[in-house]
């Protein structure tokens, strides 16, 4: 009964947020994107917002960005404040000092300032200048030094000069263009700060460290502070103008000292949105903080309070610690009555005391069972990394035990959709209709835990189409618990070698596969902040959408690779018939061992066979084996599937099979890279699908170019635009058409 009540209590205190939070959009509109409270004049829909400088658009997995532009939006304050991340400058050298990365960030904003006051351009690094300009109206530009000689020499907390440089900027800033360099390419430093570092990052953020002069290159974006206002008049060419005017009632209005235009505040005593008609609600300081003396009686009044003295009682009641004190009053006629009334009154406090303090109780005994499944199941290790790659992870949702028993029925076994050495795997089906796949995980020791976490970490950082998503985890039950996109159409592996499959897939369809597998492996590797080797690369872990779509999916095994380091040593991990032989032997891990598995998933494509089977002959029973040893025999054709054979063209097999061969030689320096693989497989696929493919009259015809070069602009103050410009590179696109 008791937890009955707290459960209740609970929900009340979430329907009053929620309650809250509407009471800040217009009525009608969505309140929020996600976690994100939409106040107006921001909205989501034309209907729901002041004009297109206020639309905040909320994508399908409840991002907000402002406008159509591709500035992320983090949270939007009805007092004037529009917080949003902006990319971070960076510029890195090896240590034979030649620059191996460096971007320029830059942002156009069509209408709302930087904040003067709640930001502050940084700079980190000891061997570092930066410089930052745009426009205020005018051409502005400012820059800032930093430098030190040794580690030591640097003062945590501190940001005058030494490892890391703070300064402002004007006022009436709506674009900004950052560029950072160095003096001797830290060639002095390199050991522990091979980066250069600058941003426009919200003033109380940033805590500079040591650790920073390395740690700092894993993030690439920050949280900026934005000043927004209504229109371009101040508050008297508002007044005049009537109609237009935003501020309603028991508000007033105010011009601020950055942008132009005109903000409105709720007067005093009043609170919530002042752009809202009767937007701003009385306060009721008699319940929010009683203001009278303990004898008095406080009375809520519109805008205000009053304090007198209770019946029976006399005294001034406005003059605050004066008191009031009892009127003469004739003795009682009822004294039975009164004592009856006072034992009733003293059981009844008793009851409510004793099921506050039993109510309390059981609540602390169930939040410190929480924290230490939390604790347990890696909760304080996942919080650390997560700072540390700032800027993936914010779509990931943290979902509670209800939410997930809800959505699984309770983990219905009939919901299970597949069992792994990690855990299991139930459908599930969110409270918004979203299906999705949860994953349980078994009970963990120590080394499982930190397979659990680095999943969520790897995945958090990963946004690839071909890369199955992480929608958020659960740490507060004994068993951590992931939860999935939902991929319909099963695996790779079902489709290869189920013999129930009514039919099976094309060659056209097989080679698709392979090039969007492999495209997501290269991206993997090369592409992601930090480099990613998955480990486990087999069919059962590629999975299909609707349209046969491949997602690469189980990342428990993958691991993080340092960006100074080329290969890292590990227990063997992964699974017999796709596992690196040169792994298994030496325990060093490289992107070539992916390689190597992609190269057993390529030859089962090109089969239908199983990576390894017992009820082959003996010397067919590794496939990746037999393939090399077939096709050293010139057979090829004699071991291929029937389809593959039948729709495929015979140069274009043969070309993918070689591939397939080098993939899988036995030392990791001669097979290709991912990228190479992904390059390949994508021209064989355009050769495949190419109209005058099987037209050998003209063969220059059937040269392929893969690559493409794409213009980009910064645009003008009309739009919003964010992005940088880099020497490896070009990641500037104007937004106006969406992200």
């Known amino acids: 009964m008791a937890l009955r009540l707290i459960l209740l209590l609970q929900l009340a205190v979430l329907v009053w947020e929620l309650e809250v939070a509407a009471e800040l959009a217009l009525p009608g509109c969505a309140s929020h994107c996600g976690n994100i409270s939409i106040p107006y004049p921001f909205g989501t829909t034309p209907e729901c917002y002041l004009n297109q400088d206020f639309f905040i658009n909320c994508n399908s997995t409840h991002q907000a960005f402002l406008t159509d532009s591709n500035i992320d939006v983090l949270s939007i304050s009805v007092s004037g404040q529009l917080r949003v991340l902006s990319y971070v400058a960076r510029d890195c050298y090896n240590k034979s000092g030649q620059r191996v990365a460096n971007n320029d960030p830059w942002m156009t904003l069509a209408k709302f300032p930087i904040s003067h006051t709640r930001n502050k351009f940084m700079t980190v690094g000891c061997d570092t200048y930066a410089f930052i300009k745009g426009s205020s109206g005018k051409k502005y530009k400012t820059g800032c030094l930093s430098l030190c000689e040794s580690k030591d020499s640097v003062i945590n907390g501190s940001c005058s000069g030494i490892g890391c440089c703070q300064t402002t900027i004007p006022v009436n800033v709506t674009s900004i263009d950052i560029s950072v360099d160095s003096y001797d390419s830290y060639t002095g430093v390199w050991e522990f700060n091979p980066c250069g570092f600058a941003f426009v990052a919200e003033d109380g953020y940033f805590n500079f460290s040591s650790a920073d002069l390395l740690d700092l290159q894993n993030k690439t974006k920050v949280p900026t502070v934005l000043d927004w206002t209504i229109g371009d008049e101040k508050c008297d060419q508002a007044k005049e103008n009537g109609t237009s005017y935003a501020c309603k009632d028991n508000s007033y209005c105010y011009d601020p000292d950055n942008g132009p235009g005109y903000r409105c505040n709720c007067s005093e005593g009043y609170e919530g949105n002042p752009y809202l008609l009767n937007g701003c609600k009385d306060i009721d300081e008699c319940e929010v903080d009683n203001p009278c003396n303990v004898t008095h009686t406080c ?441």
């Not at 004994?478 to 129930?500: K, R, S």
């Not at 090399?628 to 071991?639: A, H, N, P």
């Open 299 to 739: 009375r809520n009044l519109p805008g205000s309070f009053s304090c007198f003295c209770p019946a029976g009682y006399e005294g001034d009641g406005f003059k605050i610690g004066t008191g009031c004190s009892p009127m003469p009053s004739s003795e009682s006629k009822f004294p039975l009555v009164n004592v009856a009334l006072g034992i009733s009154i003293s059981l009844l406090v008793l009851l409510l005391v004793s099921s506050w303090l039993y109510w309390g109780f059981r609540k602390r005994k169930l939040i410190k069972l929480k924290e230490k499944f939390f604790e347990q199941n890696g909760g304080i290790m996942l919080q650390q990394l997560l700072s540390k790659h700032e800027g993936f992870a914010e779509a990931t949702k943290i979902f509670t035990t209800e939410d997930l028993k809800k959505a699984t029925n309770n983990y219905d076994e009939r919901r299970v959709l597949g069992r792994g050495g990690q855990g299991t795997v139930y459908k599930g089906i969110l409270a918004d209709n979203r299906v999705v796949a949860v994953k349980k995980s078994k009970i963990m020791d120590q080394s499982q835990v930190e397979q659990f976490i680095n999943e969520v970490i790897i995945l958090s950082q990963v946004n690839h189409r071909n890369v199955v998503k992480l929608l958020g985890c659960c740490l507060e039950t004994e068993v951590p618990l992931l939860v999935y996109e939902f991929v319909i159409n099963g695996t790779l592996y079902d489709h290869l070698h189920n013999q129930d499959q009514t039919y099976s897939i094309s060659w056209e369809t097989r080679l698709r596969i392979a090039t969007e597998t492999a495209g997501a492996l290269w991206y993997l590797h090369s592409a992601a902040s930090t480099p990613i080797i998955h480990r486990d690369v087999k069919s059962t872990n590629i999975l299909l959408d609707n349209n046969y779509t491949a997602k690469v999916s189980d990342f428990g095994a993958s691991r993080l690779i340092p960006l100074d380091q080329a290969q890292l040593t590990t227990l063997v991990q992964g699974t017999l018939g796709y596992l690196d032989p040169e792994y298994f032997h030496s325990s060093q891990l490289t992107e070539k061992s992916d390689v190597y598995s992609f190269g057993v998933v390529l030859v089962e494509l090109l089969t239908g066979k199983k990576a390894l089977s017992f009820d082959r002959l003996e010397e067919e029973r590794n496939l990746a084996m037999f393939f090399v040893s077939s096709m050293k025999d010139d057979r090829l054709f004699e071991i291929l599937d029937d389809r593959v054979l039948n729709e495929g063209n015979t140069k274009h097999l043969k070309e993918v099979a070689i591939l397939a061969k080098r993939c899988l030689m036995v030392k990791g320096e001669e097979r290709p890279t991912m990228k190479e693989v992904a390059m390949e497989l994508e021209g064989l696929r355009i050769l495949e699908t190419h109209p005058w493919v099987n037209n050998n009259s003209n063969p220059e015809e059937t040269e392929y170019l893969i690559g493409q070069s794409q213009d980009a602009y910064k645009g003008d103050n009309s739009s919003n635009i964010i992005g940088y410009d880099s020497i490896r590179d070009q990641v500037m696109v104007d937004f106006n058409g969406g992200r």
